[in-house]
């Protein structure tokens, strides 16, 4: 069809990852395309790659007639195909209402001649607009909340606020990345509303979404991506139920508590995180956490490593308050942070940056040799550039770095994010390995549905909106049962 | 009124022509830039040159005083409009040290480091502008109307569009922005009025050499915005203030000049210091830190 936007053979790697694989799709007008899949799959690359972000290495993506690829990210936004981004990106020391008038991108005052030349046909021009963002923040339902800073909003309203920023921009193309993420339950009906009836007004709208429930509700057409590659997903695939809330084994024998975190209250500004967050670790244990984005996971792990101050609560280690402690003060104590998207230093080979690790070890700890036999995939690469093995080769990197600072508690933020599932599932296993032969314990922070399952002793869901943690309880998902029963063998 | 109030008043009217100027780049667009006494170096210049010539009158040269200033401000904003955060800084120090160079070095032109002296007092429209209650006139209407300018654009469009871009520019870009348009032209304008408030500079001192805007006067200007407030126009104001008023305290104070200067250094680092911890927004800040 000739408004459809055609992606054809797509494809783009970074460094040795292969993000997209010969993606072949068409998004139709007035139809709702959802892209699903894994953490990792490619879904927001192939949205980079058609915003302009991102250059495909082959592979057109063409919309009226015009190639969209290789083109400037305000070239594509000009031409009608907006983007809403994951992080939402709202204009945070703007007020809300001045975040959608940002929107409008044809506005003549945006000329400097014109605002000092004709100022008053901009300023007629610009009553328009503000009657016109008045109506899209009430269709999003933040009338009452447009003379508040961006960044006073929540997580969910910045998210309602970029949309009705992008309908200002008068997109005919809506690329939406995960618009359902951190957006409270009772603003979801609102939201699939809004979808919808862009759909039915004729534009092309293309979700990126976790929530399948979400996704049955408003899209058209489904995409199933997997490892770069993207197929029509089959009906089944989208109706599935969401797997078990988690699991929490039985036969874990009571440890000595390592960490205890109470009442954490968090965020940052006006924008609160965590509200009463509690959690212990036992020595050797392994905790998992789950929730989707923006429910306050990472916060929680920066709460943890002393990379922000809690408002209220407190953290003790070892039965020490350690909440004001600063983060240096707690790797001391035997406290190691691996970080989202940690790089290494990609200026020094794998054997320096093991060493040096090694060398800032707070406690005696185990020796290079003694993890490199545990985590075996990092043997052969020793003589390499850390800039130049995988992604996934430098998650294991950085994992062993952290081990070898002699750290008795591991927080490990998305250790598997951007990795393929094989690869992430064998990086998990050797670290659980080295982890479990050492006594370390770990909080591991992670999206990709039954890694944690297979790895953990104790899986938490960090509830989104109202992020409180629940103990996950014992209704355990059958699927997940045997292999945490074989992680235990290993560890015996 | 005494002639020393009026020297303040004129004194006060050059500074905050000057950190209105820095504003537009620093406060609205979120740029820092080093280079905006460069730019008021070559308005000064302009005026030195072409009045004490006769080549033109004062109107003549200000509108020079302006394209001058507007080239220059080209010359760093096109190439470096693709830089973000410390490369910008880099940049815009390159150009202030060329130009301080330039004024040192075509001793043709510029007289070189001994500077021009007797540069005449403007004449407007056959009015002569020559006695100090006369030039404090003509500054603060110099100053009313960047005054409005810098509350004009602020407000408008084109300012929103500033402030969005330094929130976050892929946002900006993403909605159909040509940043780095943006960021020329926001840089031309504050250039253009630098430029003008080095030109009623060079008129009201009737001399100027390299040194009367180096690097540190680029500095200075910064720190106005730092201790008043930046992305509105009350903070580069309260800053300016601030920054003329300190040094007189001192002087008034009986502190004897050897000390003074060093003194003056201590008390601005101290305000920075202390505002950098406890107000980072400044005096007068645009929003307020939640």
């Known amino acids: ?492 | 009124m005494s002639d020393y109030v009026l020297g303040l008043a004129i004194w006060f009217c050059l500074y905050g022509i000057f950190s209105l100027s820095i504003n537009t780049v620093v406060g609205y667009t979120g740029l820092l830039s080093l280079c905006h006494a460069g730019f008021a170096a070559a308005g000064g210049y302009c005026a030195a040159i072409l009045l004490k010539g006769g080549h033109t009158g004062f109107v003549g040269a200000l509108a020079l005083s302006v394209v001058v200033g507007i080239m220059l401000s080209l010359a760093v904003s096109i190439p470096a409009s693709r830089l973000r955060g410390d490369r910008f800084i880099l940049a815009s120090m390159a150009l202030q040290m060329v130009l301080t160079a330039v004024a040192t070095n075509w001793a043709s032109l510029t007289n070189g480091p001994y500077g021009i002296f007797g540069i005449p007092r403007p004449t407007i429209l056959g009015f002569r502008v020559s006695t100090t209650a006369e030039f404090a006139l003509l500054c603060s209407g110099a100053l009313a109307g960047v005054l409005v300018l810098s509350v004009a654009v602020g407000r408008s469009p084109f300012g929103r569009a500033l402030k969005a871009l330094r929130e976050d520019e892929l946002a900006a870009k993403s909605l159909g922005l040509e940043t780095s348009h943006f960021k020329i032209t926001a840089f031309a304008l504050s250039a253009a009025i630098a430029a003008m408030g080095g030109n009623l500079y060079a008129c009201y001192m009737s001399f100027i050499d390299p040194w009367s805007f180096d690097l540190w006067q680029s500095v200075l200007m910064l720190n106005m915005l730092v201790i008043g407030g930046a992305g509105n126009v009350f903070g580069p104001l309260v800053g300016s203030a601030f920054v003329l008023l300190v040094p007189e305290a001192l002087k008034w104070a009986h502190i004897p000049e050897a000390y003074a200067d060093n003194l003056r250094l201590m008390v601005f680092s101290g305000v920075v210091l202390f505002l950098m911890r406890r107000r980072p927004q400044g005096l007068v800040g645009e929003y307020r830190l939640t």
């Open chain 1, 1 to 492: 069809m000739s408004g459809s936007v055609m992606l054809e053979r797509i494809s783009r790697s970074f460094g040795g990852v292969q993000a997209v694989v010969d993606a072949t799709m068409e998004w139709v007008p007035g139809r709702v395309s959802a892209l699903i899949g894994d953490n990792g799959a490619g879904k927001t690359t192939l949205f980079n790659l058609v915003c302009g972000l991102v250059t495909p290495d082959t592979g057109t993506i063409t919309w009226q007639g015009r190639r969209l690829d290789g083109k400037s990210v305000a070239w594509v936004a000009s031409s009608g195909v907006g983007r809403l981004y994951q992080d939402v990106r709202a204009f945070s020391k703007l007020t809300a209402l001045e975040n959608v008038m940002a929107g409008f991108a044809k506005h003549p005052g945006l000329s400097l001649a014109r605002v000092l030349l004709t100022p008053r046909m901009v300023r007629r021009y610009e009553a328009e607009c503000a009657t016109k963002a008045c109506d899209l923040l009430a269709m999003v339902g933040l009338t009452e909340k447009s003379d508040l800073l961006a960044e006073s909003l929540s997580f969910g309203e910045q998210k309602l606020l970029a949309i009705a920023r992008l309908l200002a921009n008068g997109s005919r193309v809506l690329l939406l990345d995960e618009p359902s993420a951190g957006v409270a339950p009772v603003m979801l009906d609102q939201l699939a509303h809004v979808i919808r009836r862009l759909a039915a007004d004729g534009h092309i709208v293309v979700v990126i979404e976790h929530d399948r429930e979400f996704v049955r509700r408003i899209a058209d057409d489904v995409w199933y991506m997997e490892n770069g590659s993207a197929v029509p997903a089959p009906n089944g695939l989208v109706h599935q139920a969401g797997r078990g809330m988690g699991h929490r084994h039985a036969d874990v024998p009571a440890r000595r508590a390592l960490l205890a975190v109470g009442g954490i209250h968090a965020g940052f500004g006006a924008r609160k995180v965590l509200l009463g967050v509690d959690l212990d670790i036992g020595e050797g244990e392994i905790v998992g956490i789950r929730g989707r984005n923006g429910s306050g996971k990472s916060t929680l792990a920066k709460v943890i490593t002393g990379a922000l101050t809690p408002q209220r609560g407190q953290v003790t280690m070892s039965g020490v308050d350690i909440t004001r402690w600063t983060a240096h003060r707690r790797q001391r104590m035997g406290l190691g942070y691996l970080p989202q998207a940690c790089r290494a230093f990609p200026s020094m080979t794998v054997k320096e940056n093991l060493e040096f690790a090694f060398s800032r070890r707070s406690a005696e700890g185990p020796s290079v040799g003694e993890v490199l036999d545990l985590m075996q995939m990092l043997k052969p690469l020793m003589a390499r550039s850390a800039r130049l093995i995988s992604g996934g080769e430098r998650q294991a990197l950085c994992c062993a770095m952290v081990l070898l600072t002699g750290a008795r508690l591991l927080v490990l933020d998305e250790p598997s994010a951007g990795l393929s599932p094989q690869i992430s599932s064998a990086l998990m296993e050797h670290l659980s390995l080295a982890m479990r032969a050492r006594n370390v314990a770990a909080l591991i922070i992670e999206q990709r549905e039954g890694l944690l399952e297979r790895f953990a002793d104790r899986i938490y869901d960090l509830v989104e909106g109202r992020p409180e943690l629940r103990d996950a309880g014992e209704d355990a998902c059958p699927a997940a049962a045997v292999p945490v029963l074989e992680t235990k063998g290993v560890r015996q």
